[in-house]
């Protein structure tokens, strides 16, 4: 199984949708994926940013996407008791977490008092890894402790299942987090995926009936630099370097 993760483009939040370049990286975007075959299924953020962002490769691709309530950003808010900012769960200062050691913890970062402050974050994020999980399940990939196990008895040959999810940075590494067994404080704090960006996983399936999956390619934005479109800064706290 291939899993593709897509961020939405160069975001307007205040209108929950795209700036005029958002729109530009969405449309060299769908010269991507107008050349991928083999797509099972494409699902879709309620945010209107990535519903935006996938209406241009929809057009291209032909296809239709399902909007999967879920799939909307990862904005719990708490409160920075750095700066006193109230907003997304994560762009904390590093002189905070990362003193911190519970946070680097797959498990761990649970008990850490900045993730209880808001009570609905940790049942959120619960929500998304079993809404995942039953939507793995759906094709016929069945979580079993840190893995996933198949009903093969051969290995199979190629990837014959392949989705598409555009949706947002927060919401992609927290299922990142889920499907690799990493703290999400960490992820969220140490990688950055531009907008539009896609990342890639697939199944590893080396016995029979076991199945893990691992990280192809991540933050991938080679579509923007074949269109000289330098890469979105948005939700990064320095200079992008286009590859």
Not at 64 to 78: G, K, M, N, R, S
Not at 220 to 242: I, M, W
Request: aromatic letters at 12%; hydrophobic letters at 35%; charged letters at 25%.
């Amino acid at each position: 199984m291939r899993i593709i993760l897509i961020r939405h483009g160069d975001p307007n939040y205040k209108k929950d949708g795209l700036t005029e370049k958002g729109i530009r990286e969405a449309r060299l975007l769908s010269d991507r994926t107008a050349e991928w075959k083999d797509i099972t299924a494409i699902y879709c953020s309620p945010y209107g940013r990535a519903q935006e962002t996938a209406a241009y490769s929809l057009k291209r691709m032909k296809k239709e996407a399902v909007t999967l309530p879920w799939l909307h950003e990862f904005d719990f808010c708490i409160d920075d008791p750095v700066t006193g900012r109230h907003g997304v769960p994560w762009d904390l200062m590093p002189e905070y977490w990362t003193e911190i050691p519970e946070m680097y913890g797959k498990q761990s970062w649970r008990e850490t008092e900045i993730y209880r402050s808001n009570p609905a974050l940790l049942p959120a994020y619960d929500d998304i890894c079993q809404n995942l999980d039953e939507l793995l399940s759906s094709y016929g990939y069945k979580r079993y402790h840190n893995y996933y196990r198949t009903g093969r008895t051969e290995t199979p040959d190629a990837q014959d299942t392949t989705i598409v999810c555009f949706c947002h940075l927060g919401i992609i590494l927290v299922m990142l987090s889920h499907l690799l067994g990493i703290s999400p404080a960490v992820l969220l704090h140490s990688f950055y995926i531009a907008p539009t960006s896609v990342t890639v996983l697939a199944t590893e399936e080396r016995i029979p009936g076991s199945a893990s999956f691992r990280v192809q390619v991540m933050g991938d934005t080679s579509h923007l630099r074949f269109g000289n479109e330098p890469v979105s800064a948005s939700g990064y706290f320095t200079d992008t370097f286009s590859l």
